[in-house]
């Protein structure tokens, strides 16, 4: 790939005297030039479109903004999901009525019949189980059929059989708990801790409600003011965790030098080369660097110009919320599938086994797959309405009334086929990359060196494709926004508008992953300590206490996570559009990008002027 970005130096225009021709010479890298220059040169020139592979040129009709005539795009893949879901369905139906889940909890007595079940203890449901009942002998165990978990000083009516257990007819003098209705158990006081502190919680959360309001708008103010400070201060945030890298690399690779052991002077050099290695690649990549933290303040203004846009990510959780409890029933029923029975062995004859079905393995995997599938599927709906949504923005100049709900019509009338289809994909490699993993353990639990291996190098590959096709993947859908193609056209276009810019896209990548790091991170110092000093200072009782800081905890990370994804989901499509609209703007002589935002208009004159 490191080759692949390596171009030869641009050439200039036929057009000597045109002012764009002036323009674009500005920027090109001297013919004489050694290739270590161009390649310097290159990178640090954020402006630079000579194509690696060329693919098709950029459609003029975009310089009007996305098309506004579509058709349905990938129909067929669309209602090959909608069977999909049906067919899902109708396995959680089937499943959710075949299988008990509370069978692996019957409980069998001292002769062999089942609690609430056999003719013989069928009006004695519960499984009165163990020792320590308080008696006289507490070294005696029970395994009888009882109607009801008996309270303290109330005698053990169990089952009238011959081979009773004796304690029957006994007084309890412990606390006792049910287990799902089926087993009683003493209490030794873990359950009266358990009840007292739930007791407790549920009334502190009853006086201090306030707290969970309280926790959830300092998380979003803090979110607000970091996003303000983003929109002003993106490049002094990047740079300034930039050399704080640095200087920490300094510092651990001096400080392991000088205590004086192999391991710890390997760990020295190890740090000071990882610092001088970043160091020479921020130097090489220092224009480029400061053009994306001008996209990523685009990316900020965006989402301040449509605040509504913050909503998505909430609708899109509430979905995979829901798929995942659905998974996590049909899972659990799956698991459970079989025919339940008394357990064969003696110390454990008065456990429940399942005999699983066969059809069990394949119920598992189907309902893993429609869980990536479903899941994915929502997953990806939402980030193509924000994708559409940005790229109205930029086209538009901000001047779009309805970007978000034009968005949405269009996502829901035209290109859920190709989301489908997207998704279906990068479902299938994770699916893949499961299958691997569970090779890989196989083949270590059998003793499989060969195995072992190919599963592993297996599941190598598969996540460097994975990670290959979420990036693809999020350009096809741009353009889908943009010029409503199919999945695999837009796919195209998106490869060779990447493969255009290498240089941009390439430390793109990583740099927003670091962002989204650091955004959700400087969320978190913001909104955590506050948050958490109100709760302790508030609340006195330590369990509730506990419970309000976990919630602030949880709710901190969310917010984090929502605003921080929003930025980095909105620079990436603001990237691509800026790259489309460079290029249009190359084809009609103009030079510069018509429709880039002023914030980012600010940093490509900064590199100008930096350039002079």
Partial sequence: ???????????????????????????????????????????????????????????????????????????????????????????????????????????????????????????????????????????????????????????????????????????????????????????????????????????????????FPLCTSIAILAGVIILFWIRYGAKCMIWSSIFVFLGLCAVLGLAFLYISSIRNIALGIFFLVLGAITGALTCCFRHTISFLCGIISASAEFI????????????????????????????????????????????????????????????????????????????????????????????????????????????????????????FILAAVKFLRTLAHKAEQDGQANGNAAVQLIACLLKCILAIVEKIIQFLGLHAYIEIALTGKNFCDAAKDGFFLVMRNAVRFGVSIKMFEWFEFLSAVYILLLSLPISIFIVIKTIQQPSAAAFFVLFCVIISLLVAFLFSILIVFGAHTILHCYCIDYEISEQEGKGAAKFAPPVLQDAIRDYQQSQK
């Fill in 304 to 423: 301040r110009a449509n605040p509504l846009i913050t909503l998505l990510p909430i609708l899109g959780g509430v979905f995979n919320a829901v798929v995942g409890l659905l998974w996590i029933f049909v899972y659990l029923k799956t698991y459970f599938y079989g025919e339940v029975q008394r357990n064969p062995d003696i110390s454990y004859s008065h456990q429940a086994i399942i005999s699983y079905a066969s059809i069990r393995t394949p119920l598992f995997y189907f309902n893993y797959f429609a869980y990536l599938w479903i899941g994915l599927f929502f997953m990806h709906t939402i980030q193509f309405i924000i994708c559409s949504t940005a790229s109205l923005w930029y086209f538009t100049c901000g001047t779009e009334q309805q970007p978000i709900s034009k968005s949405i019509k269009r996502t829901l009338t035209y290109h859920l086929g190709s989301i489908a289809f997207g998704s």
């Fill in 1 to 211: 790939f490191f080759f692949l970005m390596i171009r030869r130096p641009p050439r200039s225009t036929q057009s000597r005297s045109s002012a764009a021709s002036d323009v674009y010479k500005r920027q090109v890298v001297s013919t004489q030039s050694t290739w270590g220059q161009v390649l310097i040169k290159m990178f640090s020139n954020p402006n630079t479109t000579e194509p690696i592979h060329q693919g098709d040129p950029v459609d003029k009709k975009l310089k009007d903004g996305p098309y506004e005539h579509r058709e349905r795009t990938d129909f067929t893949f669309c209602i090959i999901f909608l069977v999909f879901v049906v067919i899902y369905t109708l396995l959680a139906i089937f499943v959710g009525f075949k299988t008990d889940l509370t069978a692996i909890y019957q409980g069998y007595d001292r002769n062999g019949y089942a609690c609430g079940k056999d003719e013989q203890v069928k009006d004695y449901p519960i499984l009165l189980a163990g020792r320590n009942f308080g008696t006289y002998n507490q070294d005696t165990e029970i395994w009888d059929c009882v109607k009801r978990c008996p309270p303290v000083d109330e005698l053990i009516e169990c089952a009238p059989l011959q081979n009773q257990g004796s304690l029957c007819g006994m007084f309890v003098k412990t606390k006792t708990t049910t287990f799902h209705g089926k087993i009683c158990l003493a209490d030794k006081g873990v359950s009266d801790l358990f009840n007292n502190s739930f007791i407790v919680i549920a009334d502190q959360v009853g006086t201090y409600w306030w707290a």
